[in-house]
C-alpha cells in the first residue's frame, strides 16, 4: 500500500465524489479512479458502493476512512517534528550550570527560552564544577555548560558571556557587616569558608586576589556547594568570598558586601568543538543574547 493510495482514497472518502475528489488532487479521474481498484484489489473489499448517481463508503470504507485520518495525522505531525528539530525548533538540549549559575543565572535564560522556543525541553545538569562539566561535554552527558573559565582538557569551546566582581560574604554579626565596602585587605585574619574542589576556579580567583593583596588565606572550612557555604558563612565559621551572582541565593544570617581589589571572575558557556546539532545551535543563540558576548575563546 503506498501513502499516495491513502490520501486518494481520502479524498474521495471525505467528498464521496470522484470527480471533485479529483480536482481537488489536481488528478485526472480515471486516473484516480484506478488508484481507488488498485487499493481495493490489495486489501481485497470493496470500499466504496457505487452507482450511477451516488458513491457511498462501505462499513470497511469508513473503518478505513478514519484510521486513515489517523495515520495522515500522524505523519503530517512527523514531517512537522522533523522540520521543526532540522531548524532546530524543537528537541531535548542538557545544560550544565555551576552552583551559582543555577541560582542567578538560569530563571531568566529558561524563561526567554520557553518563550523563543517554546518546542525545546530543557534538561538540567547543576552544581557540576567546570572539570566535571568539560568531562561531561566530552562523553555527550550534557550538551551545553555555564562554567567557570578555564577548559579542562580538549575539545571544548568556550565564550565568555559574563564577568562578575568578587564580593564578601560574612554574617551579619561580624565586625565587617556594617561596612558597606571592604579591602581585601581586612580580611587578612579571617578564617575563609572555601569550595571543597581543588579545581574551584572560585578559589583560584580567590587565593590570586589575596596574594595581590599581601596575604594567603586562612582555609577554616570547605564547603560541597554554595548553599552550604553560604550556611557556614551564616553560622559565624569564617568569612567566603564568591562571585557576585551568588547575591541572587538570600540566606538569612549572611549579608554580602563589594569588596575593593578583589578582581573579577567569567561565566563561560562552553560546548563541543565541531557540533552542529541545529537544537543545540538554537538554544546556545538564545542563552548568548541572553547575556553580552565579551569574547571567544577555544581550547583544542
Known amino acids: 500500500m503506498e501513502l499516495r493510495h491513502l490520501r486518494y482514497f481520502a479524498a474521495v472518502a471525505q467528498t464521496c465524489h470522484f470527480g ?39 462499513a470497511a470504507g469508513e473503518f478505513l476512512r478514519d484510521e486513515t485520518v489517523r495515520i495522515l495525522g500522524g505523519i503530517d505531525d512527523a514531517v512537522c517534528g522533523v522540520r521543526r528539530i532540522a531548524a532546530g525548533r524543537a528537541g531535548l ?4 550550570l555551576t552552583g ?27 552544581d557540576l564544577l567546570t ?9 555527550g552527558t550534557i550538551d551545553l555548560g555555564l562554567l567557570r573559565p578555564p577548559a579542562v582538557g580538549d575539545g571544548i569551546v568556550l565564550q565568555t ?34 569550595y571543597a574542589s581543588r579545581e574551584s576556579a572560585v578559589n583560584d580567583a580567590v ?23 553560604l550556611a557556614l558563612v551564616a553560622a559565624g565559621c569564617g568569612v567566603a568570598v564568591v562571585p557576585e551572582s551568588v ?15 578583589a578582581g573579577t571572575i567569567e561565566l563561560a558557556l562552553a560546548r563541543r568543538s565541531g557540533d552542529d546539532n541545529p537544537v543545540i545551535e538554537s538554544v546556545a543563540a538564545v542563552l548568548q543574547a541572553v547575556f553580552t558576548p565579551l569574547g571567544t575563546g577555544v581550547v583544542p
Open 93 to 96: 538540549v542538557r545544560l550544565g
Open 247 to 261: 547575591r541572587a541565593l538570600p540566606l538569612g544570617g549572611v549579608v554580602f558586601r563589594d569588596l575593593l581589589d
Open 207 to 229: 587565593l590570586r586576589a589575596c596574594r595581590q593583596s599581601g596575604f594567603v588565606p586562612h582555609r577554616e572550612y570547605a564547603a560541597p556547594g554554595t548553599a552550604v557555604l
Open 131 to 139: 572539570p566535571a562539566q568539560c568531562e561531561q561535554l566530552r562523553f
Open 161 to 194: 558571556i559574563e564577568v562578575e566582581s568578587l564580593v564578601l560574604a560574612v554574617s551579619v554579626d561580624h565586625r565587617l557587616a556594617v561596612e558597606p565596602v571592604v579591602s581585601l585587605s581586612d580580611l587578612r585574619s579571617e578564617p575563609f569558608v572555601a
Open 100 to 126: 551559582g549559575a543555577a541560582f542567578s543565572h538560569l530563571p531568566r535564560f529558561a524563561r526567554v527560552l520557553r518563550a523563543e522556543l517554546p518546542g525545546v525541553a530543557l534538561e538540567i545538569h547543576a
Open 20 to 58: 471533485r475528489a479529483a480536482e481537488q488532487l489536481h488528478l485526472a479521474q480515471p486516473a484516480l479512479s484506478y488508484a481507488i481498484r488498485q487499493l481495493e484489489a490489495e486489501l481485497n473489499v470493496t470500499l466504496f458502493n457505487r452507482t450511477t448517481r451516488q458513491v457511498s463508503l462501505t
